[in-house]
């Protein structure tokens, strides 16, 4: 992860990326419809992120289990959930959505910066910022896999060429 904050993930697209010619055949164009590209493509990444989690998939596989203390807790209807309030739910497989806030939280922008663009996903909810942090330290799921990555470039290379 990339950013100021330990909770914010960056993709920079710049010349060091494999799209170098691209960007060369950019500059000094508006960077109002290339932050878009990039906005989209966030979008689609976020999206495949939340999606991969919601299927009980992190970044090294499928999440690990619940501890024992934790799913005895939440049979004991124990365990909050938002403003749902107590949750008696299935414990297998861990999918990181017992409320669905922490991952309706995530955001993705995009900004033009000095040697290109960036585009972040980042945490909307500074609430969810811990559960996010407890999270990924025991099942890693905010990040983008090498496919992930290969796929962005991918179509933010096509949409470049497009623009041109």
Same mark, same amino acid.
């Given at each position: 992860m990339s950013g100021k904050f330990w909770y914010q993930m960056g993709i920079k697209i710049t010349d060091n990326t494999g799209i170098e010619q691209l960007l060369n055949q950019l500059?000094?164009?508006?960077?109002?419809?290339?932050?878009k590209v990039i906005k989209v493509a966030?979008? +689609?990444?976020?999206?495949? $992120?939340? !999606?991969?989690?919601?299927?009980? *998939?992190?970044l090294r596989g499928s999440f690990?289990?619940?501890?024992?203390?934790?799913i005895r807790a939440i049979r004991a209807?124990?365990?909050?959930?938002?403003?749902?309030?107590?949750?008696?739910?299935k414990t297998s497989p861990v999918n990181l959505t017992i409320s669905g806030q922490m991952?309706?939280?995530?955001?993705?922008?995009?900004?033009?910066?000095? +040697?290109?663009?960036?585009? $972040?996903? !980042?945490v909307s909810?500074?609430? *969810?910022?811990?559960?996010?942090?407890?999270?990924?330290?025991l099942r890693p799921f905010f990040g983008l896999t090498k496919?992930?990555?290969?796929?962005?470039?991918?179509?933010?290379?096509k949409a470049f060429a497009e623009i041109l």
């Open positions: 500059k000094g164009r508006s960077p109002t419809n290339l932050t966030m979008n +689609d990444a976020l999206d495949e $992120l939340v !999606s991969r989690a919601e299927r009980g *998939q992190g690990r289990r619940y501890s024992d203390s934790y209807g124990r365990v909050r959930s938002g403003r749902s309030g107590v949750r008696k739910t991952l309706r939280s995530l955001k993705a922008s995009a900004k033009k910066i000095t +040697d290109g663009w960036e585009g $972040l996903i !980042s909810d500074k609430s *969810q910022i811990g559960k996010i942090k407890g999270n990924d330290a496919k992930m990555k290969d796929d962005l470039h991918r179509k933010v290379s």
